[in-house]
């Protein structure tokens, strides 16, 4: 954003809905709003307009200034969200995050709906079953599991060989069955197995097809 938004762009992002950041505008107000990088447009049907990461903090920053972007924290690109696979540097946990989680959990329940022949949002969609990684790490984070940072412990999530499958590791015997329950009830199949020769156990997720 190359300078503070005006007064009137301020009223439109003060009024976007408090939980998923959804603005109202005329179309011109909301191609500005992009331009700054304070929102972006949903790239699915009916192509909604939601805050960004930026737009959020300068609704919270009021009358003030809007936020500096947090040290190592990537600015946001057109609203783009990025999944925590685990073992990332960034770990936070804030309420700036889990407002991203919130709403990047709720746009992929609206493709699931917009997606499946059956409109069913209870298992994943044909877009999931091409970014299986991150599609199991934001289901994992939107249920509350924290990824794993660069020492703390937390969910880890990595490609196998098996089509269409993650792995799930988690140092914590509670983590990996928390995970587990997390996957399924996102609508993942999921299995434990043992590491060969290391003594620790981990998930292998799949998404669910019926």
């Not at 600015?75 to 309420?95: I, N, Q, V």
């Not at 939107?142 to 799930?168: K, N």
Request: some cysteine.
């Amino acid at each position: 954003m190359t300078r503070p938004p005006t007064a009137a762009q301020r009223r439109i992002i003060e009024a976007a809905d408090p939980e998923t950041g959804r603005l109202s505008g005329t179309p011109a107000q909301l191609d500005r709003l992009i331009v700054l990088k304070l929102a972006f447009r949903h790239p699915r049907p009916p192509h909604e307009h939601f805050l960004t990461p930026a737009g959020h903090r300068v609704r919270e920053a009021g009358d003030g200034p809007p936020a500096a972007e947090p040290p190592g924290e990537p600015a946001a690109t057109g609203g783009l969200f990025a999944a925590r696979l685990g073992g990332e540097p960034e770990t936070d946990t804030g309420p700036a995050r889990a407002r991203e989680v919130r709403t990047a959990w709720q746009g992929l329940l609206e493709i699931r709906r917009m997606t499946n022949p059956d409109g069913a949002t209870d298992r994943p969609c044909a877009w999931e079953r091409g970014r299986l990684g991150p599609s199991a790490a934001l289901a994992l984070e939107a249920a509350g599991c924290a990824p794993a940072g660069e020492t703390a412990p937390g969910y880890r999530v990595r490609d196998t060989p098996q089509p269409e499958a993650v792995a799930v590791h988690h140092s914590e015997p509670a983590g990996l069955a928390a995970c587990a329950a997390a996957l399924r009830e996102a609508g993942w199949q999921v299995s434990e197995h043992a590491r060969a020769g290391a003594g620790s156990r981990y998930l292998l997720a799949s998404p669910r097809r019926a």
